[in-house]
């Protein structure tokens, strides 16, 4: 995993960052049968995108001339190209793809990373 | 609605029911309580453009999304683009006598004709077209406030509202032609709201006492606590955040709309 993979299922729901969105408020309480599908879909993109959960979301910050931590647009751009593109590769469309999606976006918007995807409004 | 209610129930509604399209007469009341907005001068300083989420291109709706907005934009069927428009200097000085005219401004305060040609148009009016933060200033002072009315006029009506930062500027211009003194100030998005209309309750404020003073700095506002509790039985005061189900309602709605939970 800490070569870009993304690593065995337990692997990656030991990571802080997978742990951090798995504990969130409005998962914490989901079943256990919830979260591994959540950790299984990430790590799907974790191997699409040819990195770890953590470096997923390293990958949408930058550090500024002052020392301190950013949001970085062409990072975050990065990350949603990618999640579309993955979703893609699964076939969704419509409802499925926008929740499958969002789903993942939930995962870097736990890590402090702000996004909003597209709402699915039928 | 009375007044206090109004005020009491404002919130920043981020779920619409996209389905359920704004009547165009609510839009209406909305501009209109925009355009009775105390104004200095009598100025127009506040421009709108109203925009419906379906009738908007492909390439419009691109233009107004941004990594913040997206969810947003998709729930509010309507969109209300707010602007200072900087040329509101201009006939200032036939408003100001108008006004003398109609007797707003009497001689009684020191206003005459004579006053608003020779002294305050050409020394005071005039020169501050060419001073940029002044303009500036006083249009988003002014702006937010006709932009205050109409978000409590939304509420008055059942509707939920909420405001936003305005992203893709100049795209936005180009596609809607807006003229190049008008400057971006807020996009409001109009829907009727899919949450409740106290959207889990009232926001955390901090009390008057740390906010406003009387006399002078040192003497905090006192709060009188039958005033306190008559704004209770009015609305304006309501029931904190957050309500016992707020963050259920959150994840019922998150899932009907397939969004981040």
């Known amino acids: ?42 790590g799907g993109l974790c191997e699409f995108a040819g990195k770890g959960p953590d470096a997923l979301v390293t990958e949408c910050l930058r550090t500024t001339k002052s020392g301190d931590r950013a949001i970085s647009a062409k990072g975050r751009r990065w990350a949603e190209d990618t999640i579309e593109a993955f979703v893609a590769t699964k076939g969704f469309t419509g409802h499925q793809a926008v929740v499958t999606a969002n789903a993942l976006r939930g995962f870097l918007i736990h890590n402090g990373i702000f996004m909003q995807g597209p709402a699915s409004i039928g | 609605m009375e007044f206090n209610q109004v005020v009491g129930t404002r919130r920043s509604i981020r779920f619409f029911k996209p389905w359920r399209p704004v ?170 709201p899919a949450e409740e209309p106290e959207a889990g309750g009232q926001r955390p404020r901090r009390p008057l006492s740390k906010l406003f003073f009387e006399g002078d700095c040192t003497k905090p506002w006192q709060e009188d606590p039958e005033v306190t509790e008559h704004l209770k039985r009015e609305g304006m005061i309501q029931a904190p955040a957050p309500f016992p189900y707020r963050a259920q309602e959150v994840r019922n709605l998150s899932r009907m709309f397939g969004l981040p939970e």
Not at chain 2, 44 to 70: C, F, K, M, Q
Not at chain 2, 112 to 122: F, R
């Open chain 2, 23 to 192: 009547e165009h007469s609510k839009i209406q009341v909305m501009l209109e309580a925009a355009n009775r907005a105390s104004r200095s001068m009598n100025a127009d300083y506040t421009r709108a453009i109203v925009v419906h989420r379906d009738d908007l291109s492909g390439e419009t709706r691109a233009a107004l999304r941004n990594p913040t907005t997206t969810a947003d934009l998709d729930l509010a069927p309507t969109y209300i683009l707010w602007y200072i428009d900087l040329e509101y200097i201009n006939g200032a000085q036939e408003r100001l006598n108008e006004l003398v005219e109609l007797n707003v401004l009497p001689p009684s305060h020191g206003w005459s004709k004579a006053y608003v040609d020779d002294l305050v148009w050409p020394q005071v009016l005039k020169p501050i077209a060419d001073i940029p933060e002044v303009l500036m200033f006083m249009g988003a002072v002014e702006t937010g406030i006709a932009i205050c009315n109409a978000l409590n006029a939304a509420v008055d009506q059942g509707l939920g509202t909420c405001l936003h930062a305005f992203t893709a500027a100049d795209k936005v211009k180009e596609l809607l032609h807006v003229p190049d003194s008008w400057i971006p100030v807020w996009l409001q998005l109009v829907g009727y």
């Open chain 1, 1 to 42: 995993m800490a070569d870009g993979s993304g690593g065995t299922h337990q692997e990656l729901e030991e990571s802080p960052s997978v742990q951090r969105w798995l504990q969130s408020p409005g998962l914490s309480s989901a079943p256990e049968a919830e979260h591994a599908a959540l950790v299984d879909l990430l």
